[in-house]
Structures are given as structure tokens and as C-alpha cells.
């Protein structure tokens, strides 16, 4: 009874914080000083007949309250305007970008994951010696490096090995499958390994520290004192009791990293939804800019969500 | 409240903090690394701060070629506009520390500020602060950052406030925890009950106990400011008219450095950045850990020590 | 150790092993079999020739649609494109175009001369409107007509100095595409996507992604030369260094524009062609009289001042590296001779700037900042972020106008939005005051003449300039068919602009291409071998 609950509660919240982020995503673009912003309808090069058809359905000539109620239906019928830059509605293009991104993130962060806990375990493992030091050292280096920096240096690097731009040969026509499979995994290459590079350092810190956590256990003492080997105890206790934190801080970056991997994507030219926001502001195209913000807030309270979720799933303790 | 966002631990065990002696010599006992970092963060501090005196050359002078390679006159070769290189570094690092230092100094005041009232006063007022901070920390930092650089302008005070505001969430929890914990402390309660207003016990006796933990979460945004500044560099975003590190690597990008070659352009300044927020992340995570009273003693290694990392404020910056 | 995660380790390198390997053994020739790949900076911003302002998008309307004229080999005569012959008549106010025939478009749909009179009427009848574009192109027209099918007949209201020069730049647009879209006073015009482009030209555009890549498949219906390659397409990269990347991993063939940094190392390997550009950048001043702030920009001394300030040859040094002469004038040299060689760039002095500002009144205040009308002598320069020279240039011009007391600062903004910043609101041009752009020439000097007149508000105007006598210049080196008569108001005008500066020139960029050593048969023109001049070059050029 109490698990229900609990979901349910958690559920409320991130609904109620969608409403203010949708709520303040409003106020930003409209009330924010100078009629540019507020007057989406104003697409360039569009017929007055769509500049008509879009003032009637955001109301942009009522009141701000009218339009807030109006803004709120046309977001629920996923109605969220039309791109100034290429004419087409704002949720097909921000569709494309999520599509383009996810694989490139998702790749990036399973390195980052696998990497990251088995440096973490290691360091834990093997605390207070020099491979924990190097582990520990070479994680917060690459924590510290800048995103995008580190993506030229690989640039640099594997200049002539690996495509440095782009997500597809787009002179290729009609390739074979197995073509465009090598093609889109060469392209995908470099981007997902910079962002996997800047990632891991963080996981290797976080399950180093879980992992040293729970290996100070009671319990963990007693399976010593029983005689169990360390492989043993590594894999059945500790690593166990050590995904919860792991897990719910992965599915909490993840909500992040989708919010953009806006570097990454500048510097690979990935068309993506982070390279859709950066060129929607240097376009000035305030529809797109208004609907990235807001789905970039909402997946960012989504994957809080889920961290919330699994992490009551697996903590025996929130249970009772 | 987010469960797994957890409030960070409150040290209410902790030996009460006597001396400022007895903190830096715990943090040092503990991890000497803390010593590395606060020397790397010390060099450039110093370099920079007299960048107007040690630089070898003029900010503007251009003293060669474009890309100009590195020589014994020129250890570090030249920029795009034939600049020298170890100056640029100089200055830009002196760029990048202000807008780090001014812009934790803000999410410092909001963070602080928020945490104190929040933690002391309890209750309604607590739960309205900390519904706002969980909003903030909702946000996506680097979209907000670009449009708001995009729609006010990129100036110095604009990025300034921009990462500011949106820093000032972590600094808040963690001083909120703490405040709370030591409210309850004998001291404080009899404090209170000999008539002291509120005022005078946040500075007198609350204030002390929360200035060790504001300064390592203080040291470890600055980390995170500087990051953010030389992303927005990156973008195109940061003010055109002030050289930091972000911006010395846009340039070089811009003008096609990897492709030509001309590497002494690009990794310098990406160096200096990273040893920064290195320095600054072993630095403050050090001063955590002294302050740490839960004693973690793991069974099958001799030594001990934790690092709690910067929990919502990492990643999500990319 | 848990293997699992050793194994997860291992087939996460393996994937980008594979993909390394896969990128080693790829072969290093282009992979489409004879598509010419062109890599650029810039790109087309429109497929809609009434829209577009971009030079790739008239490179492309070039080799998609007819013209009736194009320039031959040289660059300096008029050679047919869609028109076999032509005569005029009439004292000169009639001119015949004799045009192909059987020609048709890309749908199948004939080609005609009547194709040609309906586009000629449009742009007449809406130049104040949608064909704002075009109407300099077709300037004391009267009517044009079609008695058949491979006729023109052109009525022009006086005897014009340039009737080939301007079909030259006038595409020939199909009828039955776009006579739909005239209402609204023809600003339905500017609404039309124009995709599927429905064009007639050697090449056909099949593929096309906004700031990502536009692919041509070679026309074998063409009317004219038939292309060697099998196609060609312009890849639009969004920095430059990426783009010298590309060439170097051999993704592309060849480069138009190579940045002058990259230009040392790719020398190495693949063929450099240099030759005197006619692109040239600027620094742009709001000379719209009715303007509200800042007024002070309007000031004779001022500008004079300002273009004392101008170190060209540092801009050319560090800029450009060298591949760029000082530009003085709106008719850069590589036209031969249109260009008044008696305009000098303005001499960089900055002593005689701060004497100039100080005898107009403007007195140096806080700062070290000069102060006009109460205010600060602080500005922003709208930078398009596609035109890669103007932030170094900027940054070069920034410290130089410190001293004379000018505080600038940059507004870095997409080339749309840049645009739309200057021309606000709603093409009056009262809120910019500053920027830095560059100007793609032809070798005819009317178009770049027209770009400052002031039919051309919301056209092509980018300085706001409306003069009622440099106009009725304008209009006589039009309609003086005597081309040395022509020549000496064509002089005439540039020493009057040179005066009243909407524009301080900075440098004329030479056109510097890198092409594969796999490629030849380009041919060079000022605006390099994908130009708007003549549909040679990509016709031409195959693989050796």
C-alpha cells in the first residue's frame, strides 16, 4: 500500500513540475521585452494566410491570460507553432533533432556506464594502492576537460581516420545496407566517444564511492569473516547493494544529456535537438527556441522521474 | 523533494569546528591531493591576477605570422592573429577566473541566502524555498544559459548573471542541511532562549558552523562556472570583446587550427581549463571529505576516504 | 573482475575499431563515380530566387535554370545561353531575342520564349512588391512579348547601355509553376518554396537539406552543352575547419573559398587556384537619413574619420593572409575596366581620425569614449556568423577605433536573422547602426551599382542609402548604350559614393579554390568556378 502511494506521489510532483516548467516556459518567451519574441506568427516568407491561421490559434492578439489558456490547448493537441527558419511545424523538426540525438547519447553513455563502473569497482577494489590513484586521477581528468575541447582533440586525432562531421556521407545515393551501416557507425564514432569520455569520469567517482560505502557494511565484515572471496563478495553484496545510487545518478545524467549534448553536436555538426536549439537562437527562431526549452525541461523532470522510481524500486529500505 | 536527490548529509556528529588550524590540517591529513590542488589553483590565481606585469608581450600586438609556430621567443607559438600564445593564455585565464569567481560569488549570496532561511525558519517557509530549488535544478542550465545570452546580449555581466542564477541551487541545499542541523545544537537553543534575535544567531553561532562546507561547495561552482563560460565561449556566446580561454578556443576553431595544423592554438587553453577545474574539484572535494564525520572504515582496504561528487550540477552541462 | 562488463568494454572498442577499420580501408577517391563534391562555408539560404540573397543560391540558379545570355570563357563577352541571336531595333529601344527550341523544362513541359516574357512581365508588374528582387534587372522596360514560340520581343521605354549584362543575371522562370503564386501583390511570390525546383538547366537539383548539402544530377534534356560529370553537390559546412577536414579525408573534392590558414598545408597536396576576386567585404554604416538614433553616423566627418581607422592592411595580413587586395570602392578591379583606379582606400591614420572627430564636435568623454548629441559613441556591429573573415576583422577594427574614441561592440547573428536586424523594422531601416558583410560582384557593373538605390529598400539594400541623385546616375549609365559614355558615369558614380560612404571597403578577396588532383577542367572567374557567370565550369570539369 505504501509502495502505491509512494509512486503516485512522485508521479503528482513531476506532473506538477511539467505544469510550472510549461508555465514559465511561457513567461520566458512571452512576456520576455520586444515585440520580436512575442509575435510568433511572424515566419518569414510565410503566406498571410498561415500568419493569420497562427495568430488565430495562439490568440496572439488577446490578452496574456487568454493566450496562456490557449497555449496550454495548443501544447495539448502538440500544436507548438511553426519554425521560422524552414517553414514546417516546430514539433515534426524537434522530432527529427530528438531522433538524430538519441542513438549518438545512448551509445555515449553505455561507454560511459561500462567504463565508468569498471574503473569505479577497480579503484574500489583496489583502494589505497597506486591503481586506485591513476583510476581516480585519469576520471577527474577527464571530468575536468571541457566538452568541447575534448571532442577536437579527438578531432585532431583521428583527423583522416574518422569522419569529423556530420552524421551521414550525404553524397552517397542508393547504398548498399551494409554500407550505410558502416557509414552512419563511422559518422557516430567520435561524437559518442567524447561525450562518453567527459561522462565517465563522473560514474567512475560515483560507484568508487557506492561501492567503498557499502564494502564498509556490517554485513560485508561478516561475509569476510565467513570465509567468502572477494570476487564473491564484490558481486554479490557489494556491486548489488551499489547499483541503487549508480543506477537512480545514471537515469539523473541521463535527463541531462539529452538537454543538449549542445557541444557535442556543435563541434561534430551533428544535427541533433542540441545543435536545434544553438542554431534556433542564432536564428532568432523563437517558436523552435520555446518548443526545445520545453522538452528539453520536460525530459530533464521525466528521467528525475524514473531516477525516483527505480531508486524505490530497488531500496528495500523506502518499502516499509 | 526528489528522494534521490538527496538532502546532503547533515554533520550533526561533527566535532564542532574550532579553529580554521584545525580544518585546513584535517583536510591535508587527509587527502594530500587537496595540496596539489589548491597549489594549481594558487599558480594560476597568480599568474593571471599579473598577467599585466609577467605577460612577455602585448595583448594586441600581433608578433608574427597567423599560427606562427612555437620557438624559443615563443614557447607556445601563435594565435589566429598572430598573437602570442602565452600571453593570450595569461590574460584569458585572468577572463575566465573573474567571470568563475564573480559568477559563484552570486549563486554564493542566492544559494547561501535561500539555504540559511530555509533551514533556520523550517516549515512553510522551507518547504516554498525548496519547492523553487527543485525547479531550478530542473532547468537545463546551457539552453537557458544560450538563450538568455542570445536574447539580453552577450556581455560580461549578462553570462555573469546568467550562470549565477542558475548555480545557486546547490549551494542552497547543502547549506540548508547543514543550517538545520545546527540549529538544533544546544548552543543555538540557548541562545535563542536568552532572547537573541534571529539576526544575531544566524551570524553569531550559525554562520561559523556553515562557513567550512559553504567555502568547498563555493570552491567546487567555481569549477563549474568556468566550465560554463567556456561553453558559451564555445557557442559563440561570451562577450566579443574580452579574450578568455573558451573564446581563445573558438577562435582557433573558427579558423580551421586543427585542420592547419596549428595544435598550439587549441590544446593549451583547453589544458588550462581542465587544470583548473581540476584543481578546484580536488580542492573542494578534499575540504568535504575533512568535514565529513562518518568515519567510513572499509573492510578490506586499510585506508579510508569518500568523495561525494557534485550531485545535479555535472553532467547536465554538456 | 565480472566478465560481463569486460565483454560490454571490449564491444564497445570493438564498434569503434570496426568503424576506424572501416574508414581506413575505404578508398581514398570519391565514392559516388563522377559526382563532382563541392565543400563550402557559406550556403544556399533560399531555392527562391526572389528570396535568396546568398551568392551559392545564385551559383545554383545558374546551373538549374535558362538564361537568356551568359558570359563566355573570358569572362569580358556575351555569349547565348537560352537566346541564339539577338538585335536591337528601333533606336535601340526594341530588342529581338532569337531563343532555342524544343527546349524543355525539368517536368517535360516545353520551353519557350513565352516562359521568358511571362517571367520579364512578372518582375515588371510586381517590382515594387514580391519581385523586389529582380526589378533593377528589368529597369525601363515596358513590356516584353512572345509572337512565337522561340521569339522575344522586348519594348523598352528608352534606349538602355546594358540589355545583355542584365539578362545575364535574370533567370528565366517556368509559367506554369509559378503563376499561381502572383496574388498579394506579387508578395505571394516570395512565399513559394520552389521545391520541387522545377528548373531547365545542365543539371537538375534532386536532393536538397538547408544548411547541409544540395545535390544536382546532370539534365540530359538540356538544351545547351551536356556536363561531363554525372552530377555535382554543394556540401555546407558549418565551420571552416571541418570543411579543410573534409577536402584533406577526401569527403569532398574541392573547396570554394579556402580559408587563407589552411591554404599552406593543403598546397601540398592539392591544386591551389588564385585569381583577383570580386568579393568584397565591408564595413556597412546606416546611412538612412530617417534615422532615429545615432545620427551622428550621418555626419560626412564622422565617416570620413571612421575610414581613417580602417588598418587594411593588417585586415589583409591577418585576415586573409595576403589573398586580398585593399578594396576602395563599390566596383572592385577584377572587372577590368568599370573600376575608377583615381579611388584610393582610404589612407589608415589615426592621428587624422581623432583630428577629424575632434573639429566635428565630438568631444572624447568618459573613457576615452567620444560623446554625439548626449550620447556615447558606442555601437554594435551585426556580424553574420556565415561570413567567417568578419570576426577576426572586427577584432582587428575594435582596438583601432578605441583609440579614436569608438567604442564597438559585436552582435554575432545568422546571416537571416543579421539581415532582418539591419532592415527592422519592416524594411525602414531605424534600429542598426553598424556591420561588417561582404558583396559578391559580377563583371557588369549594374547590379552592385543598383544595391544602394533607392527602389532597393527591403531589396537588396543592406546600408539603408536612398539618394535622389546618385538614382538618376544610376539611370543614365543604364540607358547609355555608348559603352565609354557609360563607363565615365559608372566612374562618375563611384566618386560619389566614395564620398558619401554608405559602405567603407576593406578588401577584394581573391577567389581561392583547392581542388582535388583527381578533378581538372574548371574553369576560373573572378567569383571562382561555381560562380552565376557562365554554366561552364561545373559542365566542364571531370574526373582525370
Redesign the interface.
Known amino acids: 500500500m505504501r509502495g502505491a502511494d509512494y509512486i503516485v506521489k512522485r508521479i503528482v510532483f513531476a506532473l506538477l513540475t511539467v505544469f510550472v516548467a510549461i508555465t514559465i516556459n511561457f513567461a520566458l518567451f512571452r512576456l520576455a521585452p520586444g515585440s520580436a519574441v512575442t509575435n510568433l506568427a511572424r515566419v518569414p516568407h510565410a503566406t498571410p494566410e498561415t500568419r493569420l491561421a497562427i495568430k488565430r490559434q495562439f490568440g496572439l492578439d488577446k490578452s496574456k491570460w487568454q493566450q496562456y489558456w490557449i497555449y496550454l490547448g495548443q501544447l495539448f493537441r502538440g500544436n507548438l507553432g511553426v519554425s521560422f527558419a524552414n517553414s514546417q511545424p516546430v514539433s515534426s523538426n524537434l522530432r527529427t533533432a530528438l531522433i538524430n540525438t538519441l542513438p549518438m547519447v545512448l551509445i555515449g553513455t553505455v561507454f560511459a556506464i561500462v567504463l565508468g563502473t569498471l574503473t569505479g569497482v577497480i579503484a574500489a577494489w583496489r583502494r589505497g594502492t597506486k591503481t586506485e590513484g591513476a583510476s581516480v586521477t585519469t576520471a577527474l581528468a577527464f571530468y575536468s576537460m571541457p566538452t568541447h575541447w575534448l571532442g577536437l582533440m579527438l578531432v585532431i586525432l583521428f583527423a583522416g581516420v574518422l569522419p569529423t562531421g556530420g552524421m551521414s556521407n550525404e553524397f552517397l545515393l542508393n547504398p548498399s545496407f551494409s554500407t550505410h551501416v558502416k557509414d552512419l557507425a563511422e559518422h557516430i564514432a567520435l561524437p559518442s566517444l567524447t561525450l562518453g569520455l567527459v561522462l565517465y569520469g563522473e560514474y567512475t567517482l560515483i560507484v568508487r564511492s557506492a561501492m567503498l560505502e557499502t564494502l564498509g557494511e556490517d554485513y560485508i565484515l561478516t561475509a569476510r569473516a565467513k570465509g567468502f572471496r572477494a570476487g564473491a563478495i564484490l558481486r554479490r553484496h557489494a556491486l548489488r547493494n551499489a547499483m541503487l545510487p549508480i543506477a537512480t545518478l545514471i537515469a539523473l545524467s541521463l535527463g541531462y544529456i539529452v538537454a543538449g549534448a549542445i557541444l557535442v553536436e556543435t563541434v561534430f555538426s551533428w544535427p541533433g535537438i542540441g545543435r536545434a536549439v544553438y542554431d534556433a537562437v542564432l536564428q532568432r527562431d523563437y517558436p523552435m527556441l520555446q518548443g526545445a526549452f520545453l522538452l528539453l525541461t520536460v525530459s530533464v523532470v521525466f528521467f528525475n522521474l524514473v531516477a525516483d522510481l527505480l531508486y524505490f524500486k530497488l531500496d528495500p529500505r523506502i518499502t516499509t | 523533494m526528489s528522494v534521490v536527490l538527496q538532502e546532503p548529509a547533515a554533520l550533526d556528529d561533527a566535532v564542532p569546528v574550532r579553529s580554521r588550524r584545525g580544518i585546513v590540517w584535517e583536510t591535508v591529513k587527509r587527502r594530500p591531493s587537496a595540496l596539489v590542488g589548491a597549489g594549481l589553483l594558487a599558480l594560476v590565481i597568480v599568474g593571471a591576477v599579473l598577467a599585466p606585469v609577467l605577460a612577455p608581450y602585448d595583448l594586441h600586438e600581433q608578433v608574427g605570422p597567423v599560427f606562427g609556430r612555437p620557438s624559443w621567443s615563443h614557447p607556445l607559438g601563435l594565435d589566429d592573429g598572430g598573437i602570442d600564445m602565452v600571453t593570450l593564455l595569461m590574460w584569458g585565464a585572468r577572463i575566465s577566473l573573474v567571470v568563475g569567481f564573480a559568477a559563484t560569488f552570486v549563486s554564493m549570496v542566492i544559494g547561501g541566502a535561500i539555504g540559511v532561511t530555509a533551514g533556520y525558519f523550517g516549515g512553510k517557509v522551507d518547504t516554498i524555498l525548496m519547492r523553487i530549488t527543485d525547479y531550478f535544478l530542473v532547468i537545463p542550465d546551457v539552453p537557458l544559459m544560450i538563450i538568455v545570452a542570445a536574447i539580453w546580449g552577450p556581455s560580461l555581466f549578462h553570462i555573469v548573471i546568467v550562470i549565477g542564477i542558475l548555480l545557486w541551487t546547490s549551494t542552497a541545499r547543502v547549506i540548508r542541511a547543514q543550517v538545520k542541523s545546527v540549529r538544533e545544537r544546544v548552543y543555538v537553543k540557548r541562545a535563542r532562549s536568552l532572547g537573541a534575535s534571529h539576526m544575531r544567531v544566524v551570524l553569531r553561532h550559525v554562520l561559523p558552523q556553515v562557513a567550512p562546507l559553504l567555502i568547498a561547495n563555493t570552491v567546487l561552482t567555481i569549477a563549474v562556472a568556468i566550465f560554463d563560460e567556456t561553453a558559451l565561449a564555445f557557442l559563440g556566446l561570451s562577450d566579443p570583446s574580452r579574450i578568455s580561454l573558451g573564446k581563445m578556443i573558438e577562435n582557433a576553431f573558427q579558423r580551421a587550427a586543427i585542420s592547419t595544423g596549428a595544435w598550439w592554438a587549441i590544446v593549451p587553453p583547453g589544458v588550462l581549463v581542465a587544470v583548473i577545474i581540476l584543481a578546484c574539484s580536488l580542492l573542494g572535494g578534499a575540504i568535504e571529505d575533512a568535514l565529513n564525520p562518518r568515519l567510513r572504515v572499509a573492510h578490506l582496504s586499510a585506508r579510508t576516504f569518500r568523495l561525494r561528487p557534485l550531485v545535479g550540477r555535472g553532467p547536465e552541462a554538456l | 573482475?565480472?566478465k560481463r562488463?569486460?565483454a560490454?568494454?571490449v564491444a564497445?572498442g570493438a564498434?569503434?575499431a570496426?568503424?576506424?577499420f572501416?574508414?581506413?580501408a575505404r578508398s581514398s577517391g570519391?565514392?559516388?563515380g563522377g559526382?563532382f563534391?563541392i565543400g563550402t562555408s557559406s550556403r544556399i539560404d533560399?531555392l527562391?530566387p526572389y528570396?535568396a540573397f546568398n551568392q551559392d543560391a545564385y551559383n545554383t540558379f545558374e546551373y538549374v535554370y535558362p538564361f537568356l545570355i551568359q558570359y563566355d570563357k573570358s569572362n569580358s563577352r556575351f555569349v547565348s545561353d537560352f537566346a541564339t541571336s539577338w538585335k536591337p531595333s528601333n533606336g535601340g529601344k526594341t530588342w529581338t531575342f532569337k531563343t532555342r527550341a524544343h527546349a524543355v523544362w525539368d517536368d517535360g513541359k516545353p520551353l519557350t520564349a513565352k516562359d521568358a516574357a511571362w517571367t520579364i512581365n512578372t518582375d515588371l508588374k510586381y517590382a515594387s512588391g514580391g519581385a523586389a528582387n529582380a526589378a533593377g534587372l528589368v529597369a525601363h522596360i515596358k513590356k516584353a512579348s512572345a509572337p512565337n514560340a522561340t521569339t522575344l520581343v522586348i519594348k523598352y521605354s528608352k534606349a538602355p547601355g546594358n540589355v545583355l549584362g542584365q539578362f545575364q543575371q535574370l533567370a528565366i522562370l517556368p509559367q506554369h509553376v509559378w503563376t499561381k503564386f502572383t496574388a498579394?501583390k506579387g508578395?505571394?511570390l516570395?512565399?513559394y518554396?520552389n521545391s520541387p525546383l522545377v528548373g531547365a538547366g545542365p543539371f537538375k537539383l534532386v536532393?536538397f537539406?538547408?544548411?547541409?548539402?544540395a545535390?544536382f544530377q546532370r539534365n540530359d534534356s538540356f538544351y545547351g552543352e551536356k556536363p561531363k560529370a554525372d552530377g555535382f553537390?554543394l556540401?555546407m559546412?558549418?565551420?571552416?575547419?571541418?570543411?579543410?577536414?573534409?577536402l584533406?579525408?577526401h569527403?569532398i573534392d574541392a573547396i570554394e573559398s579556402v580559408?587563407?590558414?589552411?591554404i599552406?598545408?593543403l598546397r601540398k597536396s592539392f591544386n591551389i587556384r588564385t585569381a583577383p576576386g570580386v568579393d568584397q567585404t565591408d564595413f556597412i554604416i546606416n546611412s538612412n537619413t530617417k534615422k532615429t538614433s545615432h545620427r551622428e553616423l550621418l555626419n560626412a566627418k564622422v565617416k570620413e574619420a571612421m575610414s581613417h581607422a580602417v588598418d587594411r592592411k593588417?585586415i589583409i595580413?591577418?585576415v586573409f593572409?595576403g589573398y586580398a587586395k585593399p578594396a576602395s570602392t563599390i566596383i572592385p578591379p577584377a572587372t577590368g575596366a568599370w573600376h575608377n583606379p583615381s579611388l584610393k582606400p582610404e589612407k589608415f591614420d589615426l592621428a587624422l581620425a581623432n583630428k577629424l572627430l575632434d573639429q566635428a564636435g565630438f568631444k572624447k568623454g568618459k573613457g576615452g569614449i567620444r560623446v554625439a548629441g548626449g550620447r556615447k559613441m558606442s555601437y554594435a556591429v551585426i556580424t553574420p556568423?556565415d561570413v567567417?573573415s568578419t570576426?577576426?576583422t572586427?577584432?582587428?577594427l575594435?582596438?583601432d577605433f578605441r583609440n579614436i574614441g569608438i567604442n564597438l561592440?559585436?552582435?554575432?547573428?545568422?546571416s537571416?536573422?543579421a539581415f532582418?536586424a539591419m532592415t527592422a523594422p519592416d524594411n525602414k531601416y531605424l534600429k542598426f547602426d553598424l556591420a561588417l558583410w561582404d558583396w559578391v560582384g559580377l563583371i557588369d557593373p549594374d547590379f552592385m551599382l543598383s544595391v544602394v538605390t533607392c527602389a532597393q529598400y527591403g531589396g537588396w539594400s543592406d546600408s539603408g542609402y536612398c539618394n535622389q541623385r546618385y538614382d538618376k546616375m544610376y539611370s543614365q549609365q543604364q540607358l547609355t548604350p555608348n559603352q565609354a559614355k557609360r563607363k565615365q558615369v559608372v566612374w562618375k558614380m563611384q566618386k560619389y559614393l566614395y564620398a558619401q560612404k554608405p559602405y567603407i571597403w576593406l578588401a577584394a578577396q581573391d577567389a581561392v579554390w583547392a581542388v582535388s588532383k583527381s578533378w581538372g577542367g574548371l574553369v576560373p572567374s573572378p567569383q571562382g568556378p561555381f560562380n552565376s557567370i557562365n554554366k561552364l565550369s561545373l559542365t566542364r570539369v571531370h574526373q582525370q
Open positions: 573482475m565480472n562488463w569486460l560490454a568494454l564497445t564498434l569503434i570496426l568503424a576506424a572501416g574508414a581506413a570519391s565514392q559516388s559526382t563534391r533560399s527562391n528570396v498579394h508578395n505571394d516570395k512565399t518554396s536532393k537539406k538547408k544548411n547541409d548539402i545535390l553537390g556540401r559546412f558549418s565551420n571552416e575547419d571541418t570543411l579543410v577536414a573534409a584533406k579525408a569527403e580559408p587563407g590558414t589552411a599552406k598545408t593588417q595580413k591577418v593572409l556568423t567567417p570576426n577576426r572586427f577584432q582587428i575594435q582596438p561592440t559585436q552582435r554575432a547573428l545568422d537571416t536573422a532582418d
